[in-house]
């Protein structure tokens, strides 16, 4: 069945630092590919998405490149802030509709 | 920005009783969907609904577990005789369409069983 793996957290970063947090999935078909982020005490927001292979996804600084060729969607930004201190997760939805959810990663950026 | 919304934010119950956790989805979705996120772990699907019926459930979703649309505008989860291992956060999803669109989440229902 389909499934996504992402690097286990907690990423401890500097304020200005890049950050990577690895993702790759396993599916049939072409699902499309999400990236999820949970603040503190709130809910699951949609941060990104991409629906077909080569698409790149962006939002606030944020990237991730949908690669059929190595089923990964990477997400990216070039320099963290505190205030992107949250969990991060990675997503598919394929056939059926529903979207599978990664473990998650936990990512604390310094001042 | 239409929103998902979900209550209550916080559900404390005894283990054995009744809960119903309640969504109002975004007005023109199609599709529902329940998940279920114990303290720290993944994000898990339970079961998904579409034409007044479900159109998918995990091997999470059981005898104890049931959904409902009342109405045009509410969904709920109704977990029966619950259980400690019930505690967890509940999302409420929907979605418009199927692939390319994606699902937009409620705030969560915090349920604690004691």
């Known amino acids: 069945g389909n499934s996504v793996t992402q690097m286990e957290g907690p990423v401890t970063l500097s304020e200005e630092a890049f950050l990577t947090i690895n993702c790759t999935y396993t599916?049939?078909?072409?699902?499309?590919l999400f990236w999820y982020v949970q603040y503190p005490g709130e809910g699951l927001q949609l941060l990104l998405k991409a629906t077909k292979a080569d698409d790149k996804g962006s939002n606030k600084g944020f990237e991730a490149t949908y690669r059929k060729e190595t089923t990964s969607f990477h997400l990216e930004k070039g320099s963290v802030q505190v205030s992107d201190s949250a969990v991060y997760f990675c997503?598919?939805?394929?056939?059926?509709?529903?979207?599978?959810f990664g473990a998650g990663t936990r990512l604390f950026v310094k001042a | 920005e239409p929103e998902v919304t979900q209550t209550p934010s916080h559900q404390v119950t005894q283990m054995g009783q009744e809960v119903i956790l309640r969504c109002v989805p975004i007005s023109n979705h199609l599709y529902f969907y329940w998940y279920r996120q114990i303290l720290g772990q993944k994000v898990e699907f339970l079961v998904s609904?579409?034409?007044?019926?479900?159109?998918?459930k995990s091997e999470i979703f059981d005898d104890q577990f049931s959904v409902e649309r009342p109405d045009g505008s509410n969904f709920t989860l109704k977990i029966r005789s619950t259980k400690l291992e019930d505690s967890a956060m509940y999302f409420c999803?929907?979605?418009?369409?199927?692939?390319?669109?994606?699902?937009?989440f409620g705030q969560g229902t915090r349920l604690t069983v004691v």
């Open positions: 999803a929907s979605s418009f369409g199927g692939l390319g669109t994606e699902a937009f």
């Open positions: 997503a598919l939805r394929g056939g059926g509709f529903k979207t599978i």
């Open positions: 609904f579409y034409n007044n019926e479900i159109s998918e």
């Open positions: 599916a049939t078909g072409y699902p499309s």
